[in-house]
């Protein structure tokens, strides 16, 4: 089974998942998430254990876009797949709202590093997967809406392979925001961008969610795009990854990469950042 098929597969699987749904009126609910003391450790072939998170302790306030920065190989991403239900935390618990995270659900979106759109299926019917449950009518004119929103109208009857990459990350984004969810993980969206087509696709970003509401918890080794895109940034140590430092963005929006506050943001967090990778290797 190639990379590309099993990849769409685990996506279609993922939204699949039965899950409750909280709507409000033009706008998915927003709700807080808590992060309680988790931890997570990996088993590797040869039976060592790896520890990768260690005693997080994060909440996220409805609403707001966190942003979580750390070098390769911190636990980023097996973070946002403990948020996302996708792995077992070894101690510790996630509460999305009232509810202890226990599965993978359609109440928490995720947009993956790659689009993992279904080769085999049209731009509109890859939206439409999120949507299994509503009637036909009903599927269709929630994927047109996303596929409006994110400005891809005119190519919902194009194939994935004809897309480009930016346009295929945008149809990944209509679909998981067509399942209304209450918490949208992004894990590294933006990354295998071109550098042009990354800042549009910051911009868009950001108006979706300021237009949709959702509380956002995003993946990024970017500084820059940390400061571009977050409310708050947390700064994980190497592995296993633990919270070493937590930074409000206190700029005005829309923001302004030229903007000597901003750069004052970046350069600051580059010096968090980097202060704790080589304490990191001292202690190593």
């Known amino acids: 089974m190639s990379n590309a098929y099993a990849g769409a597969e685990a996506e279609a699987q993922a939204l699949r998942a039965p899950a409750a749904r909280v709507r409000r009126e033009g706008a998915a609910a927003?709700?807080?998430?808590?992060i309680e003391n988790v931890s997570k450790t990996f088993?590797?072939?040869?039976?060592?254990?790896?520890?990768?998170?260690?005693?997080?302790?994060?909440?996220?306030?409805?609403?707001?876009?966190?942003?979580v920065l750390g070098a390769s190989g911190c636990g980023k991403s097996t973070l946002l797949r403990i948020?996302?239900?996708?792995?077992?935390?070894?101690?510790?618990?996630?509460?999305?709202?009232?509810a202890v995270v226990e599965a993978a659900g359609l109440d928490r979106g995720f947009v993956f590093?790659?689009?993992?759109?279904?080769?085999?299926?049209?731009?509109?019917?890859?939206?439409?997967?999120?949507?299994?449950?509503?009637?036909?009518?009903?599927?269709?004119?929630?994927?047109?809406?996303?596929?409006?929103?994110?400005?891809?109208?005119?190519?919902?009857?194009?194939w994935p392979g004809q897309?480009?990459?930016?346009?295929?990350?945008?149809?990944?984004?209509?679909?998981?925001?067509?399942?209304?969810?209450?918490?949208?993980l992004m894990d590294e969206p933006f990354g295998a961008l071109d550098a042009i087509t990354r800042m549009q696709l910051q911009d868009e970003f950001l108006s979706l969610q300021a237009s949709e509401g959702i509380t956002t918890i995003l993946v990024t080794h970017d500084i820059e795009e940390a400061v571009y895109l977050g409310d708050r940034i947390v700064v994980l140590s190497a592995r296993p990854g633990r919270v070493?430092?937590?930074?409000?963005?206190?700029?005005?929006?829309?923001?302004?990469r030229a903007d000597p506050a901003f750069g004052q943001q970046?350069?600051?967090?580059?010096e968090q950042f980097f202060a704790h990778s080589q304490d990191a290797a001292t202690l190593a």
Request: aromatic fraction near 2%.
């Open 244 to 256: 070493r430092h937590i930074a409000r963005v206190d700029l005005t929006r829309p923001r302004n």
């Open 43 to 67: 088993t590797r072939p040869d039976g060592d254990a790896v520890p990768v998170l260690a005693g997080i302790d994060l909440t996220v306030a409805a609403g707001e876009v966190l942003c």
């Open 113 to 158: 590093q790659d689009h993992r759109l279904v080769p085999w299926m049209s731009v509109q019917q890859n939206v439409e997967l999120a949507l299994h449950r509503h009637p036909e009518a009903e599927r269709r004119r929630i994927a047109e809406e996303k596929l409006a929103l994110v400005g891809l109208s005119a190519f919902r009857d194009a």
């Open 163 to 184: 897309l480009s990459g930016g346009m295929a990350q945008r149809v990944a984004i209509a679909r998981t925001l067509a399942q209304r969810p209450r918490v949208l």
């Open 83 to 98: 948020v996302a239900g996708l792995e077992r935390a070894d101690a510790g618990r996630v509460v999305v709202g009232s």
């Open 30 to 34: 927003s709700v807080p998430v808590a």
């Open 266 to 270: 970046r350069i600051a967090l580059y």
